[in-house]
């Protein structure tokens, strides 16, 4: 499609299970961005894959979280042991490359841990 | 962390008025971006400003850069009930060289009566 892609759209799982949620970019697009936006918050920084170049994970919260981008291209966003202070969306954002240039969204995943 | 300092948080406006929000942050920016979003969907871009003093229109709304490079105002011009949502502000820090991620405010949610 033309937009970032995110699936699953909702995710309902128990406390301590291992989730994972995925990101397809915008064709083209080289840099890949996760947030993760609580309620009636803001967005906060998670992970930041640029080309092939090492991803800056300075925002991921714990060793729990973890993020993965195969052939430059889709990426998976890992939470395992996941705690009910997970419960958030989780938005995948992608740009053309480095730079600012503008972030453009995917409409994320709702994520709530029971 | 760095934070955006977004406000009003809320604002309840009749149809027809206009709107100015606006951010703040003791750090300087190189980039402002304005997004809406709107419920169980990612924030979509609108305005985004790249040189201190620029002042950029997208139809009824127009932000502005400030000189200082530490803050911008968005405003919405004869508001209609479609412009309900949350209003980001975002940017990147200026550190000398291109960097991933943005900084977001913590929104302002808008409320427009018919």
């Given at each position: 499609g033309a937009g970032v892609s995110q699936s699953p759209s909702n995710k309902v799982t128990e406390k301590g299970k291992d989730v994972e949620l995925r990101c397809d970019p915008i064709s083209g697009h080289t840099a890949l961005y996760w947030y993760r936006q609580s309620l009636g918050q803001g967005l906060e920084f998670l992970i930041y894959f640029q080309?092939?170049?090492?991803?800056?994970?300075?925002?991921?919260?714990?060793?729990r979280f973890s993020a993965e981008r195969t052939g430059g291209s889709v990426s998976t966003l890992t939470i395992q042991?996941?705690?009910?202070?997970?419960?958030a969306v989780y938005l995948c954002a992608s740009t053309m490359?480095?730079?600012n240039q503008p972030q453009h969204f995917g409409d994320g995943t709702r994520l709530s841990i029971l | 962390g760095q934070q955006l300092n977004q406000s009003p948080q809320s604002m309840f406006i009749q149809e027809g008025e206009d709107v100015s929000m606006n951010c703040t942050s003791s750090s300087i920016f190189n980039t402002w971006l304005w997004y809406k979003q709107e419920p169980g969907e990612g924030p979509v871009l609108l305005i985004a400003l790249y040189k201190a003093g620029e002042l950029t229109s997208n139809g009824r709304l127009t932000a502005q850069f400030g000189i200082t490079r530490k803050d911008s105002f968005l405003n919405i011009s004869a508001?209609?009930?479609?412009?309900?949502g949350i209003y980001f502000c975002a940017g990147h820090l200026d550190y000398g060289g291109s960097q991933g991620n943005l900084i977001f405010g913590k929104g302002t949610k808008l409320s427009v009566k018919p």
């Amino acid at each position: 499609g033309a937009g970032v892609s995110q699936s699953p759209s909702n995710k309902v799982t128990e406390k301590g299970k291992d989730v994972e949620l995925r990101c397809d970019p915008i064709s083209g697009h080289t840099a890949l961005y996760w947030y993760r936006q609580s309620l009636g918050q803001g967005l906060e920084f998670l992970i930041y894959f640029q080309g092939n170049s090492a991803p800056d994970k300075s925002g991921l919260p714990s060793d729990r979280f973890s993020a993965e981008r195969t052939g430059g291209s889709v990426s998976t966003l890992t939470i395992q042991r996941t705690q009910q202070e997970d419960s958030a969306v989780y938005l995948c954002a992608s740009t053309m490359g480095e730079g600012n240039q503008p972030q453009h969204f995917g409409d994320g995943t709702r994520l709530s841990i029971l | 962390g760095q934070q955006l300092n977004q406000s009003p948080q809320s604002m309840f406006i009749q149809e027809g008025e206009d709107v100015s929000m606006n951010c703040t942050s003791s750090s300087i920016f190189n980039t402002w971006l304005w997004y809406k979003q709107e419920p169980g969907e990612g924030p979509v871009l609108l305005i985004a400003l790249y040189k201190a003093g620029e002042l950029t229109s997208n139809g009824r709304l127009t932000a502005q850069f400030g000189i200082t490079r530490k803050d911008s105002f968005l405003n919405i011009s004869a508001s209609i009930p479609s412009d309900v949502g949350i209003y980001f502000c975002a940017g990147h820090l200026d550190y000398g060289g291109s960097q991933g991620n943005l900084i977001f405010g913590k929104g302002t949610k808008l409320s427009v009566k018919p």
